[in-house]
């Protein structure tokens, strides 16, 4: 099925090359509204992004994911589609994405588009259509149910942002599922004429040249058949945190996502995307309990996705413990799947502040970069984490985010990730837009400046350069497999190995100095180039002393 007008197809094509292109590459997360606004309403847009790639060139990074710029009656920011197959005109136009396109490949950074593909927005002509009656054309295009006998919705699933995941219509006397906003119904995926829908969508941006897809939420596509209740999660300590402002994690996810037959699906998905040449794919696999061994599934080689990249380091607090537990889970359970990493991305409280770094931003950021960079995987950088962005604190009166406002203020939302990049400190918006930004721009921000952080060779922004082609220049970082190191906290240590090159990773999780021992210390032959020189010395044949926030990297027989 082509659902998208003909008139609008673009004879582009990806960058091509090597097809395994994906593999231990640098990714960088754009979020368009906050990037760089080109047309003075204070949101950015496609052609802010292009008149920043000269920035985006200099970080080193293989290619950019462009997050959601279709047209969207945008309560969920992009994440709600009215449109698949056109360019919202607050970002500007589908010719300014070939742009877009042509300047980034000339430039040899690759695109990744943002496919939400689980559900649309409640203003797309498909779910307009199928609300009308039981009957019409599209009637199964989304998951409708009827009532139980009390007029209550037909199970107990509950909706990711709040409340029960059912809205009654009173044109076709049903409920619809929304598994996030009840303005974001869901598609109905056991139906065939969906799924060729969809594929007609990643066929229509392949089509204009990208080179791999990013699939939102890519683990609800499907629902029990059946729509069982799901169970409750058995008895356990009070909730905390961000996890007691939701009521969504009291219940075990069994039967409203994650089902078998996405398994089939992404086969089918995977068969367009080969017909491409050198293109990727990667799945956000959510709110999965057992989600190293659903990112094997959903990799398995040369059938399904190419990537998961996973949200195990987006929790809170940094310990060697969890990042070594859950690094080894993976490689225990992704068989020859290929991982994929990330500390920040448009959802999630920036890495610098959930994991302790604000008092020591300076040693603090360039560490928890290296981290990311030295694991297997490919890793996914969100947009201002060059620069050591800390979380904004918004006021309620300014927040955006609908999630946010549902569960204040016991979870203040995603606004705090998403405000505008600071260019430079001259300028009245710091460089982002001529006019009021969308969301404000914190007054701290203002320190991280782009421009201001060019000319010191010590910036967070210049040491994120250093890691990037300190990375490229060694393949065992990019391809090599990984091993860990017993060591007693702060001290996260690991071998990573490639044709016959063995090298060494210590770092200090720590503000304070640690001494770790290692070993035969003294045989290993010290890698530089990477900004960390400074900050580990050899003390004893066996013994390294690390400074705060510090680093060690060498190769050894």
């Known amino acids: 099925m082509d659902i998208c007008d003909l008139a609008d197809r673009h004879a582009g094509k990806p960058l091509g090359g090597d097809p395994d292109w994906w593999r231990g590459v640098v990714i960088y ?59 919202d005109p607050m970002f500007g136009s589908l010719a300014d994405f070939d742009g877009l396109i042509a300047a980034a490949h000339d430039r040899g950074i690759r695109v990744i588009v943002d496919l939400v593909l689980s559900h649309t927005s409640d203003r797309h002509p498909w779910f307009a259509e199928s609300r009308q009656s039981r009957d019409n054309p599209k009637a199964d295009w989304y998951v409708w149910a009827d009532p139980k006998p009390d007029g209550t919705p037909p199970n107990n699933w509950l909706a990711l942002f709040g409340g029960v ?4 219509d009173t044109r076709r006397g049903q409920y619809y599922l929304h ?36 699939m939102d939420v890519v683990n609800f596509f499907f629902q029990d058949k059946d729509l069982r209740d799901n169970p409750a999660v058995p008895a356990k300590a009070p909730l ?3 996890d007691s402002a939701n009521p969504y994690v009291m219940q075990q996810h069994l039967h409203d996502h994650t089902q078998p037959e996405n398994l089939v699906f992404l086969e089918r998905l995977r068969g367009v995307l080969d017909s491409y040449e050198a293109v990727t794919s990667v799945g956000e696999v959510g709110a999965v309990t057992d989600l190293t061994k659903t990112m094997g599934a959903y990799t398995e080689v040369g059938k399904r996705l190419h990537m998961v990249y996973n949200f195990e380091l987006l929790s809170y607090g940094l310990s060697a413990a969890h990042v070594r537990a859950v690094a080894e ?48 995987g490919t890793a996914f950088v969100y947009q201002g984490e060059e620069l050591g962005l800390t979380e904004a604190d918004i006021a ?29 400190t001259e300028s009245l918006r710091a460089g982002f837009s001529d006019a009021e930004p969308w969301l404000p721009i914190p007054v ?11 000319s010191d060779p010590a910036s967070v922004l210049n040491r994120f350069r250093k890691l990037i082609a300190w990375r490229a220049a060694h393949p065992v970082l990019r391809l090599g497999s990984i091993a860990f190191l017993d060591q007693p906290e702060p001290i996260l240590a690991y071998v990573r190995e490639y044709d016959g090159l063995r090298f060494l990773c210590v770092f200090n999780l720590s503000p304070d100095p640690v001494d770790a021992l290692i070993g035969n210390i003294a045989s290993v032959e010290a890698v530089t180039g990477h900004g960390f020189e400074d900050t580990a010395q050899v003390e004893e044949p066996d013994s390294l002393h690390l400074d705060g926030r510090g680093a060690f990297f060498a190769t050894f027989g």
Not at 165 to 168: D, G, Q, T
Not at 339 to 354: E, I, L, M, Q
Not at 361 to 369: E, G, K, M, Q
């Open 165 to 168: 995941a059912w809205e009654y």
């Open 29 to 87: 997360q754009i979020y368009p509204r906050s990037y760089q606004d080109s047309s003075g309403n204070g949101i950015g847009d496609l052609k802010g992004i292009e008149g920043r790639l000269d920035h985006i060139h200099s970080l080193g990074v293989d290619a950019i994911w462009v997050s959601p710029f279709y047209p969207s009656p945008m309560d969920d920011f992009g994440y709600d589609i009215s449109d698949y197959c056109a360019v």
């Open 444 to 454: 701290e921000h203002r320190r991280f400046a782009v421009a201001d952080q060019e």
């Open 329 to 376: 889970a993976i490689e225990r359970d992704i068989g020859g799947g290929w991982p994929g990493w990330t500390t920040s991305n448009h959802d999630a409280v920036r890495v610098v502040t959930r994991w302790g770094g604000t008092k020591d931003i300076a040693r603090a950021a360039p560490l928890f970069s290296a981290i990311l960079l030295t694991l297997r």
């Open 240 to 242: 905390t945190g961000v």
């Open 179 to 214: 598994n996030f906003l009840r303005s974001q119904p869901d598609l109905n995926f056991h139906n065939h004429e969906v799924q060729d829908a969809v594929m007609g969508v990643a066929r229509f941006w392949l089509d204009r040249g990208v080179d791999g897809c990013r």
């Open 396 to 424: 309620f009166e300014k927040l955006q985010d609908p999630f946010g406002k549902q569960f204040w203020p016991g979870y203040k939302g995603r606004d705090g990730c998403r405000t505008p990049i600071p260019w430079d």
